[in-house]
């Protein structure tokens, strides 16, 4: 529930993926909208509104026709070799604080098989090793080959190809 301009309660509900089949997106192709149905309660009687606003699709190469996936992949292929830095430098160390208190939650469970999602240069994934169970494999998957080709290059220099396996795929 949230107060609207004039101070009356409303209540929204959304329904994803419904398409306006008259909106098309700046390629020509049929938009995406999410539809939303706005309940107001405080009005001399309760009623609704049905809106259509437009979801719109941030992409890192606002020119480029290529799909989000792509456009994504291509950026953080385009920094892998500085993205360890940048994310250390950043988020001035916060990235390495999170990674040892998600693992320290995993130890309770020593799990066999773990899959790290979106692990980028691998930091995660190696990580986990801490809380793993002694011969656990790890899988790391993401969308960006040369954030994977970083992360090989750690797992070979610290021996761990054999327990970490990472592979190219869209989570």
């Not at 480029?64 to 385009?78: C, E, G, H, L, Y």
């Not at 916060?94 to 693992?103: E, G, L």
Request: hydrophobic share 40%; glycine share 6%.
């Amino acid at each position: 529930k949230t107060k609207g301009a004039a101070g009356e309660k409303s209540k929204t509900v959304s329904k994803d993926g419904e398409l306006d089949s008259k909106a098309k997106d700046a390629s020509g192709e049929k938009a995406k909208f999410r539809k939303l149905l706005v309940v107001h309660h405080n009005f001399p009687r309760p009623y609704a509104v049905l809106c259509t606003p437009k979801i719109m699709a941030v992409v890192p190469y606002k020119e480029d026709a290529s799909d989000k996936k792509t456009q994504v992949a291509r950026m953080f292929d385009s920094i892998a070799g500085k993205y360890d830095f940048l994310n250390h430098f950043l988020s001035v160390g916060t990235d390495i604080y999170w990674r040892r208190k998600a693992v320290d939650e995993l130890k309770a469970l020593r799990p066999a098989r773990i899959l790290d999602i979106a692990t980028g240069t691998a930091d995660f994934a190696i990580e986990t090793l801490r809380a793993a169970a002694p011969d656990a494999q790890v899988t790391g998957v993401d969308i960006s080959a040369g954030m994977l080709e970083v992360g090989r290059q750690k797992l070979a220099a610290k021996n761990l190809s054999h327990r970490i396996r990472l592979e190219l795929a869209d989570s």
